[in-house]
């Protein structure tokens, strides 16, 4: 029996409650922002008025989509994390466990890319841990840490939104399971929504990273008071994103759903494989707690350098957690926190889409 067959995928705030809070080591006074459901990003003072800031995810390693994704999801998945802190990283460390049947050549593609990647954002690597694993056939291949050094007055974390914030969303929902889905599956997506649907559904996972708007949007607002907190939206799309800073921050929110936009491609990948992109993995867009009034300066400054954005709803001080249909009627959100996109890709696969 697995030890959480009641969860999928990530665990949730139930099993986080039962299974983990309070059993997190030592207590040291260092620590400003630890282990809590929603929280993505740690917060260690180092004296100084500096503090050091932590965040670790699993990596990727998907053969059948290629190395240069697999880094770039392994990479940019871990600074995505990192940047809701309005900082970019600085350092990285990578345990990597291989799957038996990874080529000696696989691998120097793999890290080359990683290496690459890590160089351009200016990230060292200083450590980690290199093997192959009898057994290991999952597309994840270990796990990365990444750390970042900033003043102690103006590093967010995601638990930092108030009551009557506006939600800004950055681009779209579902980015990445939309483009998985439509590079695992190309001909499958070509044949029933056409070339253009495929290339631009494809084309959007090279927009995963959410590090420009984070930097863009800590220099354009004062971090801590016109800039509260951001979340990147990753499982559970960005229903399950807001679910996380919600309860992180002790708010609720309402989201207004005719706000949410959805671009064509990924609307009509979404239908064909029939995933709800507002639960669907989603990273590549990221979720902001603006002060009431500072929203049209940020989301100025972020078109103007062609990265989307909106005002989706708020942050209420009712912890009730709500979306408004198209309909003008408000209701509580029911998500059980499973993502759909994994069983719409086994599906697929197992039907012998290509």
């Known amino acids: 029996m697995a030890a959480f067959e009641d969860f999928s995928g990530k665990l949730n705030a139930q099993g986080f409650k039962e299974e983990l809070m309070g059993l997190c080591g030592a207590d040291r006074s260092e620590v400003l922002c630890g282990p809590a459901f929603g929280v993505d990003t740690s917060v260690i003072d180092l004296g100084g008025e500096q503090v050091l800031a932590v965040s670790s995810d699993p990596l990727s390693l998907i053969p059948g989509l290629g190395m240069q994704v697999s880094a770039w999801l392994s990479v940019h998945l871990l600074v995505n994390d990192l940047s809701t802190t309005g900082f970019a990283p600085q350092f990285a460390q990578f345990v990597l466990n291989l799957p038996p049947d990874l080529s ?50 103006q ?22 399971s939309t483009a998985l889905l439509a590079m695992a599956f190309p001909n499958a997506v070509r044949d029933r929504l056409g070339e253009e ?58 989201v207004e759903k005719e706000k949410v936009l959805i671009p064509e491609e990924i609307r009509q990948v979404a239908a064909l494989f029939e995933i709800d992109p ?4 989603g990273a590549g867009a990221m979720l902001m707690a603006v002060k009431p009034g500072k929203e049209d300066a940020l989301i100025r400054e972020l078109k103007s350098q062609e ?6 709803g708020a942050f209420t001080e009712d912890r009730s957690r709500l979306i408004r249909n198209l309909d003008g009627m408000a209701q509580a959100i029911a998500f ?15 039907l012998g889409k290509t």
């Open 104 to 153: 000696r050549s696989q691998f120097r593609e793999y890290w080359g890319h990683i290496h690459q990647l890590c160089h351009d954002l200016g990230i060292a690597i200083t450590g980690g841990h290199t093997g192959q694993v009898p057994g290991q056939n999952s597309t994840i291949a270990g796990g990365g840490t990444m750390f970042l050094r900033a003043p102690k007055d």
């Open 155 to 176: 590093v967010l974390t995601s638990n930092m939104a108030k009551p009557g914030d506006s939600i800004v969303l950055t681009k779209s929902p579902a980015i990445s």
């Open 197 to 254: 649907i495929q290339k631009k559904a494809s084309e959007n996972f090279w927009k995963l990273s959410v590090l420009p708007e984070a930097l863009m949007a800590s220099s354009t607002l004062k971090p801590k008071e016109e800039l509260r907190a951001m979340h990147d939206v990753t499982e559970g799309g960005v229903i399950g994103a807001l679910l996380e800073m919600s309860e992180a921050a002790g708010v609720g929110f309402l």
């Open 278 to 281: 507002l639960i669907s993995i």
């Open 307 to 312: 990265i989307p954005a909106t005002v989706i």
């Open 336 to 350: 059980d926190g499973r993502d759909p996109y994994w069983e719409a890709f086994f599906k697929a696969l197992k």
